[in-house]
């Protein structure tokens, strides 16, 4: 959400170019798209929340790339509740079942009722299912693509809230219904749910996942006026953004529900699918392996050359230098040591004349 900042208190310098702007929506819908698509196929519980808020943050970037300026910091505010809930949640869960992938949960709904009930409004929150916090935002973010007539933009946004709200039920569905898995060295019955003041801070995080788009309802067209930006008119909401959004929200929950419920075993064919899909399309270890196969070694060989050519040039200008002054440092040189020097040499050079004759005469001889 940082970067979200930064760019939007920056937002000037995109503002004055219309490509700047296009391509912040480019990148903002491929980074949506892809980060739902990807948390619908992660095991690990941490990483599919994590990859949800991608996901988040891209819809995000796209709203200020087609200029829905207030929207976007609107969906920061609405989206930031339900996303703290379900990792404070997370956290919770892994606590009690020592581990976080999503295949060993299951069943906490009946031994976890407080922590269900909670990551449950948080899930419906982040969906964007009515009239739950990101359902203003999205439907503010939606107005203003319906508001340029951008046929990519509205599917775009449209597809991620379905297939966010897939991915988000997903993950309540494989933790909270059906049996709890059975593993070796754990006993389920031991799992307890949270209390003290992890207890009270989910309660009071799940109170704005309710309300944090209540200033929605203030005329309605109007709900985000208190952000603006010179010259970038508000991203009013109307009635066909909200019933888009609502029913995309509703379909793509109502998707997950039916479909992970039964907890089906994954085809062997679609395998190397999931497991690519699961691991981000390899994009972090694509990072890493360019990272320490290329750019580190590059940078050492760079380092090197850098160093013996630097040298190289600095030898070179102080000769240079040296030799373009011969009145100073002829100056300084004293005329006994130079004659000392040369009848040094001369006796040297003598003596080993004498030598090499006398051996060749020993020879011949």
Not at 54 to 66: Q, V
Not at 252 to 260: C, D, E, L, Q, T
Not at 263 to 276: D, M
Not at 303 to 322: K, N, Q
Request: net charge positive; charged share 15%.
């Amino acid at each position: 959400m940082c970067g979200v900042y930064l760019v939007a208190r920056a937002y000037a310098l995109f503002h004055a170019s219309p490509r700047g702007l296009a391509l912040l929506a480019i990148v903002g819908g491929v980074t949506a798209v892809l980060g739902v698509l990807w948390a619908l196929f992660q095991e690990n519980l941490k990483r599919a929340i994590a990859y949800t808020t991608m996901g988040e943050l891209g819809l995000m970037m796209l709203a200020l790339g087609i200029g829905a300026y207030g929207a976007g910091i609107f969906e920061v505010f609405a989206h930031a509740w339900p996303k703290a809930l379900l990792f404070l949640a997370a956290g919770v869960i892994i606590r009690e079942l020592r581990t976080e992938r999503l295949a060993e949960m299951g069943g906490l709904w009946q031994r976890m009722p407080l922590t269900g009930w909670v990551m449950l409004i948080a899930v419906a929150a982040g969906a964007g299912i009515p009239p739950f916090s990101t359902f203003w935002s999205k439907d503010a973010i939606l107005s203003k693509a319906l508001a340029l007539r951008s046929p990519i933009a509205i599917i775009v946004i449209t597809a991620v809230t379905l297939l966010g709200a897939m991915a988000l039920v997903r993950i309540f569905r494989l933790a909270f219904t059906g049996e709890t898995a059975r593993r070796r060295r754990f006993d389920p019955d031991r799992i307890g749910d949270a209390g003290g003041r992890v207890a009270t801070a989910m309660v009071i995080l799940a109170i704005p996942c309710i309300v944090a788009g209540i200033r929605g309802f203030r005329g309605r067209t109007d709900p985000i006026a208190f952000v603006t930006f010179p010259g970038v008119a508000l991203s009013n909401s109307h009635f066909v953004a909200a019933a888009i959004t609502a029913a995309a929200a509703v379909l793509g929950a109502a998707i997950a529900w039916g479909i992970y419920g039964r907890r089906p075993s994954p085809a062997v064919a679609l395998e190397p699918v999931r497991r690519a899909m699961g691991e981000g399309l390899f994009v972090e270890r694509a990072y890493q392996f360019g990272a320490a196969q290329v750019l580190l070694p590059a940078s050492r060989a760079a380092g090197w050359i850098e160093g013996r050519l630097d040298a190289t040039i600095d030898l070179v200008a102080d000769s240079v230098a040296f030799a373009g002054r011969p009145r100073r440092w002829l100056s300084d040189v004293r005329t006994r040591q130079v004659l000392i020097g040369l009848f040094a040499a001369v006796v040297a050079l003598a003596t080993v004349s004498i030598m090499l004759a006398g051996r060749a005469i020993g020879k011949v001889g």
